[in-house]
């Protein structure tokens, strides 16, 4: 049975500014051991970016439950790109309905299908997708995009999104945690461009240790607000755990 945990907080910056969270998350699991997760990061060059992260992780969720998934990996690669292009067209539906462009609402995208037998893994931008398998090794379960200049990447709305998206599968029973961060989070979870053991570990065993999870999921917000990170990232900053 997984066990989830999540916090969102805005980056020290847009506080400055009294902007507001351009992150968004959605999150849900069942008895069968299903899971999906979600984080989709608002474009902060964008003008309705928190819109356009809430919009994107909330029909995210919904696509994925009303997708079944196969048996076969390779059909679930290919149906990973075609849900990526399913909500790529639902985002184009509603910047046509709003009179926009879809560039208003640029964010990044990171989502996971836990089913019975493979767990899918969706990524469009930057951010990271970590595993921690069943070996207890950490380690990026898809490949997030940064350009040639710092902060530099890509989204959902943009043209090339399909081409440079990074879909990945794995056999469910090899992992035996999750973890999905925004970009804001970056600087502290990782090093030398690879999970960074010493977050991640920390992290996933706060997540199983027994307790109340709003309690959990307050100390975790807290922490992700801490000087000592804020320090160190700008940026707003969201983390969804799942572990088992």
């Known amino acids: ?80 790109l075609a849900l990526l292009y399913e909500l790529k067209c639902e985002l184009n539906v509603l910047a046509k ?22 767990t899918v893994a969706l990524q469009i931008g930057d951010g990271a997708i970590v595993g921690q398998m069943a070996t207890g090794e950490i380690q990026f379960l898809t490949q997030p995009f940064h350009g040639d200049y710092a902060s530099e990447t890509i989204f959902v709305s943009s043209k090339d999104a399909l081409a440079q998206a990074s879909v990945a599968v794995y056999p469910s029973d090899e992992l035996k945690g999750l973890a999905l961060l925004s970009d804001g989070l970056e600087p502290v979870a990782l090093q030398q461009g690879k999970p960074f053991q010493g977050f991640f570990e920390p992290m996933f065993a706060f997540a199983k240790n027994a307790g109340d999870v709003q309690e ?29």
């Open 1 to 80: 049975m997984w066990q989830t945990l999540a916090a969102s907080v805005r980056g020290s910056h847009h506080v400055k500014q009294g902007k507001g969270n351009e992150d968004a998350f959605s999150l849900a699991s069942s008895l069968r051991d299903e899971l999906c997760l979600v984080v989709s990061d608002g474009a902060g060059s964008a003008k309705s970016g928190a819109e356009g992260s809430s919009f994107l992780s909330n029909k995210m969720l919904e696509l994925f439950a009303t997708y079944t998934m196969p048996a076969s990996r390779l059909a679930l690669e290919c149906d990973g």
């Open 97 to 118: 309905s709003s009179e926009r462009p879809a560039r208003d609402f640029a964010a990044t995208l990171l989502a996971v299908m836990v089913g019975a037998h493979y």
């Open 216 to 244: 959990k999921a307050a100390s975790l917000s807290h922490f992700l607000d801490t000087e000592r990170i804020n320090a160190r990232t700008h940026d707003d900053k969201t983390l969804v755990l799942a572990v088992r």
